[in-house]
């Protein structure tokens, strides 16, 4: 089975509504407040952590009469990943499988989006994990009561395998305006991705830009930020929500001098007046500081 999903980004007009608990839900049973999305390929050694924190999740929305849709995006593996997929199956309901959807993680998050019946949705990779599931929940039930459109939290990092944590990506509280807010993205702020929570139909109606390789989920979030109306719409949770494992697709040197070089695209075509070295300094920085330990 072969998924193939095209996306056109600028062809789609920006939907801020939500989804109502009655449209989400599936026949005789608890309405759908999130739809997680996993891009996986090759992940045996990771996805275990990540699948058992997504249970957690399940089981504090449960509480509260809620359940989450969690869909595997798989990029054609051919280790264990799938078996512990289908392991988790048996103890999770509501989930959903996409087998040899190729393309990269982006095309991945693309044909999760649009299986997504939520009212919010969230991509997780298959090598980070939930690191508090009952702020999570809590954080997902606030947005759904104020009618929020944006979640954004901060995220840790931490080293595969060993599991430590080695630093943190804090998020800064909202100000007080909006159109200082406004000025302060146009400048280039901007926020974790594994920390970004959108209303579902605002996520779809986005997408991710398939021309952009390492950094198509930033043009994403910044799209849905600037279209958004008021301080209202967004919930910044300053405690770490999630954990991103090191090591990602832009990790290394030549990685992280070609996702500069988007970035730079991304803010030209946004009106970003922002450098793009600024986002990645500190990237070349801890290559730098790797290598140098290694000797």
């Given amino acids: 089975m072969l998924l193939v999903v095209i996306c056109d980004c600028t062809s789609i007009r920006l939907d801020t509504g939500m989804l109502s608990p009655s449209s989400s839900a599936l026949k005789g049973q608890p309405p ?36 989450l849709q969690h869909l595997l995006v798989d990029g054609g593996s051919s280790d264990n990943s799938l078996e512990k997929w289908h392991e988790y199956e048996k103890k999770q ?11 990269g993680p982006y095309q991945a998050m693309q044909a999760g989006l649009l299986q997504a019946h939520g009212i919010y949705t969230h991509i997780l990779n298959a090598d980070d994990y939930i690191v508090n599931p009952r702020l999570y929940v809590e954080s997902l039930l606030k947005a759904n009561s104020l009618s929020s459109v944006v979640i954004i939290s901060s995220i840790s990092y931490f080293k595969q395998f060993s599991g430590q944590i080695t630093r943190l990506w804090a998020v800064p509280a909202l100000p007080t305006s909006f159109p200082d807010w406004q000025v302060q993205l146009s400048h280039g702020l901007h926020y974790p991705h594994p920390g970004f929570i959108s209303c579902t139909k605002t996520y779809r109606a986005v997408g991710f830009d398939p021309t952009y390789r390492l950094s198509s989920d930033y043009k994403t979030m910044q799209l849905i930020l600037q279209g958004l109306d008021d301080l209202d719409q967004v919930i910044v949770v300053r405690e770490p929500l999630v954990a991103m494992a090191e090591g990602g697709l832009t990790a290394g040197l030549r990685s992280v001098l070609h ?22 300094l500190p990237k070349l920085f801890q290559i730098f500081f790797k290598h140098l330990n290694s000797f």
């Fill in 259 to 280: 996702g500069r070089t988007e970035i730079r695209r991304i803010n030209r075509e946004l009106g970003i007046k922002h450098s793009s070295y600024r986002r990645y």
């Fill in 93 to 103: 309901p509501n989930c959903q499988l996409l087998i040899d959807v190729d393309g």
């Fill in 32 to 67: 759908c407040l999130l739809s997680l999305i996993t891009p996986c390929l090759n992940a045996d050694k990771t996805i275990s952590h990540t699948l058992d924190s997504v249970q957690s999740v399940a089981l504090e929305l449960s509480r509260h009469g809620w359940q």
